[in-house]
């Protein structure tokens, strides 16, 4: 089992680009979540999907933030401008929700530097 | 909403010291429970979780946690800590399962940063 992939494991890019971060979840689990995580706000959940449909993005911060799940097996979280205050590490988990006690499954992290 | 509280962001212990985390969740009873370890440039992993089989529950690396209901509490302890122990620890927990809820969503507490001194 591969775990959770996310990728690029670092991104650095200045301020106005568009930036996309990507995530395979573990084959089979039918949720995946999408977190970030600073020092200032600690781990916050940004949006999640069960079964590929986002089921609440109201952690998501503003409307620069979108993310698709088109298939069970990748998603993405996009942010279009990119600001220097986006700068943090963003965390994929998937789970298979109370079929296995809700246990979630982390990537490595994706850490973003926008200058 | 499932609230999280993690009494000490920062614990400082002697190698071979008794550690102690402190983690306390709001008064709906949960039904799973977490303690998840994050190493320094790494995702976080599970140390342990109760899901009412027993209340207490031991994880990997020697560490343990006790339900306690009348007190809402989830501490996590370990008699003998280790240099390697060190690490930032999250207490997380699910949904009340009488909502309905089978999507799985955890709500963390801010961390407790565990320092281990020599």
């Known amino acids: 089992d591969a775990g959770v992939i996310q990728s690029p494991r670092h991104e650095v890019t200045e301020m106005g680009q568009e930036v996309t971060l990507r995530c395979k979840p573990i084959?089979?689990?039918?949720?995946l979540f999408w977190y970030r995580q600073t020092m200032m706000r600690g781990l916050e959940l940004l949006i999640y999907?069960?079964?590929?449909?986002?089921?609440?993005d109201s952690g998501m911060p503003e409307d620069r933030f979108s993310a698709k799940m088109p298939n069970a097996s990748f998603s993405t979280l996009k942010i279009q401008p990119s600001e220097p205050r986006d700068s943090a590490v963003y965390f994929c988990?998937?789970?298979?929700?109370?079929?296995?006690?809700?246990?979630?499954?982390f990537g490595p992290g994706t850490r973003l530097t926008v200058l | 909403a499932q609230s999280v509280t993690q009494l000490g962001s920062h614990v400082s212990v002697s190698e071979g010291a008794l550690v102690l985390l402190r983690c306390n969740y709001s008064?709906?009873?949960?039904?799973?429970l977490f303690w998840y370890v994050q190493y320094p440039n790494q995702g976080l992993q599970l140390l342990l979780k109760?899901?009412?089989?027993?209340?207490l529950v031991k994880g990997i690396n020697g560490f343990e946690a006790e339900f306690k209901k009348s007190e809402t509490s989830f501490h996590l302890t370990k008699p003998s800590a280790h240099m390697s122990d060190a690490a930032e620890y999250f207490c997380?927990?699910?949904?009340?399962?009488?909502?309905?809820?089978?999507?799985?969503?955890?709500?963390f507490g801010r961390g407790t940063q565990l320092t281990v001194w020599p």
């Open positions: 988990a998937s789970s298979l929700g109370y079929k296995r006690g809700n246990e979630q499954f």
């Open positions: 084959s089979g689990h039918n949720s």
């Open positions: 999907f069960n079964n590929n449909v986002p089921i609440d």
């Open positions: 008064s709906s009873v949960p039904p799973y």
């Open positions: 109760y899901t009412s089989a027993a209340t």
């Open positions: 997380a927990v699910s949904d009340p399962i009488d909502r309905g809820s089978t999507l799985g969503r955890l709500y």
